[in-house]
């Protein structure tokens, strides 16, 4: 799936092989190859992405908690998200919990929460994380429920995310507002907008 696709182009980046990267995670390499493919357990997942220097878009947040707040964020219940992934309530539980279960549970879940790359690389002589300018980097949901009521009695008419993202703002905005947004990922380019907004 094109969403794991770093993992690959981050091995090929490195110059190693299928079988080293393997080695040092502990994997197989027909597990790694599923990888790739977003495919196999998570448990593996987390065990390559220290050596291919990769990391979440969240950051430190725990995996299974950043999930979680990012379906609160979206007014979804655990039992409402679990029908929508089609997998059982108990699953969505141990991925947020634990963050067990298979990559292609958890990137069912990523496409409903609106995340299409939900990883980044580490920049490790730093030890902090570089998000590329096509990536998503969230605002913390709470940040962006501070910012807009802040602004809120000013705010009228039409308003637009510049860069939606997972939805952070744009979800917030009050209904009695004209919405809209752009997205690189989704083909609308922020600096090709024209229209106006209050």
């Not at 182009?9 to 110059?15: A, K, N, T, V, Y």
């Not at 050596?51 to 908690?65: M, S």
């Not at 039409?158 to 990922?185: I, K």
């Amino acid at each position: 799936m094109p969403t794991f696709r770093l993992l690959s182009e981050r091995r090929r980046e490195l110059r190693l092989t299928q079988h080293s990267v393997a080695q040092k995670a502990g994997i197989s390499i027909p597990t790694l190859r599923n990888l790739e493919c977003g495919e196999g357990s998570l448990r593996s997942l987390v065990a390559v992405m220290p050596v291919l220097k990769i990391d979440w878009i969240w950051g430190t947040a725990p995996p299974g908690t950043a999930l979680a707040e990012l379906r609160r964020t979206k007014g979804l219940t655990q039992a409402q998200l679990a029908s929508r992934v089609g997998c059982s309530r108990p699953t969505l539980i141990a991925l947020e919990r634990a963050f067990t279960g298979c990559v292609a549970t958890l990137l069912r879940v990523l496409a409903i929460l609106g995340i299409r790359r939900p990883l980044r690389i580490t920049n490790v002589r730093q030890g902090r994380s570089l998000a590329p300018a096509h990536d998503l980097v969230m605002t913390p949901p709470d940040l962006a429920a501070t910012i807009i009521a802040h602004f809120a009695n000013r705010v009228h008419g039409r308003v637009l995310d510049p860069a939606r993202g997972g939805g952070g703002f744009f979800d917030r905005f009050s209904n009695y507002l004209e919405r809209d947004w752009c997205e690189l990922a989704d083909g609308r380019n922020f600096l090709e907008w024209r229209a106006p907004v209050n």
